[in-house]
């Protein structure tokens, strides 16, 4: 179980992934040593799973992303299957998530424009299987981004 | 616009998964020096194209059982400020992605709880009291992938 010193390391680690040990430690105000052994010890519990790079999408020239929620037609025993496998196949896709409620999957997708976007709906997306209805999100902006867990 | 090369997007692919490996590592992988794998990431940084490092939690193991995406919609558009439900809404620590759409929904919100009956905590007395929140749909997320994207 984690105690108040593993929480926050936790805070201070998620709000800054970069941070070394040390600064880490320090912010946490207990040593390096101990600071060093906390966070090995919950890699090693697989609670840090390890860290990663957030692209800007928009610096690579992809301007339009747009938040797609398909509802998928449930007589179909295997739609879900035969649906994220042929979704997985689409490069600009960088997102997939499954629902209970409403809406049965969510895809995140990339274009460079609104004329690619619409090509990319046409050709790759309108002709994923099971598809029995779809609605389309458009992202203006993304107000809070970080993803924190309220440790 | 930022323009990758075949190698820049190797070293991309290869951060989005695992960011903490040492630029000599990801270079020995990749056939490229450290000097030259360190200058080409320190470029991706320099020019955006890495905006930030996120750790990657096991949610689970914290006690955080369930994650629902919720979509609002503003009641009386017009009279609520934009700023200030953000504002208050990014205030609260459960919910941890807050994206301005434009569709069915005006805001979509991405909320961790303990288990549903903490979500419906956070859904009442946290996000249904907000400054001009109307209608509210939630999903409740059962699974989630994250795709390389056109780098891979």
């Known amino acids: 179980m984690l105690d108040d010193i593993d929480r926050r390391i936790l805070r201070h680690f998620q709000a800054d ?36 790079a957030v692209i800007d999408w928009a610096a690579l020239g992809y301007a339009v992303e747009v938040s797609l929620r398909v509802t ?39 274009a460079k424009d609104m004329s690619h976007y619409q090509q990319l709906y046409r050709d790759r997306i309108l002709t994923l299987p099971h598809i029995a209805d779809i609605e389309a999100l458009m992202h203006i902006a993304r107000v809070k981004s970080d993803e924190m867990l309220p440790v | 616009m930022t323009e990758l090369d075949e190698l820049d997007r190797k070293i991309l692919h290869a951060l989005a998964q695992d960011a903490s490996q040492s630029a000599g ?28 490092r996120r750790l990657r939690l ?15 919609k503003l009641a009386r558009k017009g009279q609520v400020s934009l700023e200030d439900f953000e504002r208050a ?3 609260i620590p459960e919910v941890q992605t807050v994206e301005h759409v434009l569709g069915l929904y005006d805001y979509r919100l991405r909320v961790v709880a303990r288990d549903l009956s903490d979500f419906e905590r956070v859904l009442r007395r946290r996000i249904m009291t907000l400054p001009g929140a109307g209608d509210v749909e939630a999903n409740v997320l059962l699974s989630e992938e994250r795709l390389p994207g056109p780098i891979g």
Do not use: H, Y
């Open chain 2, 89 to 91: 809404v990014s205030a």
């Open chain 1, 72 to 110: 998928l037609d449930k007589t179909q025993p295997r739609a879900f299957d035969e649906f994220t496998a042929a979704a997985r196949q689409v490069p600009e896709v960088i997102e997939l998530q499954t629902f209970l409620g409403r809406v049965d999957v969510r895809l995140s997708i990339l």
């Open chain 2, 25 to 52: 590592a990801l270079g020995r992988k990749l056939g490229l020096s450290q000097p030259a794998t360190w200058r080409r990431i320190r470029r991706l940084e320099t020019a955006g194209v890495i905006k930030g």
């Open chain 1, 17 to 52: 992934p970069s941070l070394s040990t040390a600064e880490l430690a320090e912010l946490c105000r207990i040593s390096a040593s101990v600071c060093w052994r906390r966070v090995e010890k919950m890699q090693e519990a697989s609670i840090i799973q390890g860290q990663e």
């Open chain 2, 58 to 72: 096991n949610a689970e193991a914290l006690g955080f059982g369930v994650t629902v995406f919720l979509g609002v």
